[in-house]
């Protein structure tokens, strides 16, 4: 059964720090490109970061470059989205989706909040 859980969301101070991570299950992690997105209420679902199988390209939006970071371990089936300098337009559901070719998962979200 494939399973993608993340973990690490929470309520946050403007400035602030989270890390979230996400857990993978019932199929092969490190050949799966793992991508972070999140969705605002009343907004559309959108990426924030990707990371391929084997961890060597990264790629961030605007939007959170110098503040956001992806990385995963492969070992742990796990990605990671290190979030820094948080701000209130950060507050959102942050989900997980692994592709590969045709095959795409989604975890069910961790809720951030940012607010003072």
């Known amino acids: 059964q494939v399973q993608l859980v993340e973990s690490g969301g929470g309520l946050e101070e403007p400035g602030g720090s989270l890390r979230l991570s996400c857990v993978a299950s019932g199929f092969t992690f490190s050949i799966f490109d793992m991508s972070w997105y999140r969705q605002a209420p009343g907004r559309e679902r959108e990426l924030v970061a990707h990371?391929?199988?084997?961890?060597?390209?990264?790629n961030v939006v605007d939007s959170v470059k110098g503040r956001f970071t992806i990385s995963r371990d492969n070992a742990k089936n796990t990605v990671y989205l290190q979030m820094n300098s948080l701000k209130p337009e950060d507050t959102a559901v942050y989900y997980c989706?692994?592709?590969?070719?045709?095959?795409?998962?989604w975890g069910q979200g961790t809720q951030v909040t940012v607010s003072s």
């Open positions: 989706k692994a592709v590969y070719f045709r095959a795409s998962y």
């Open positions: 990371i391929a199988g084997n961890g060597g390209r990264t």
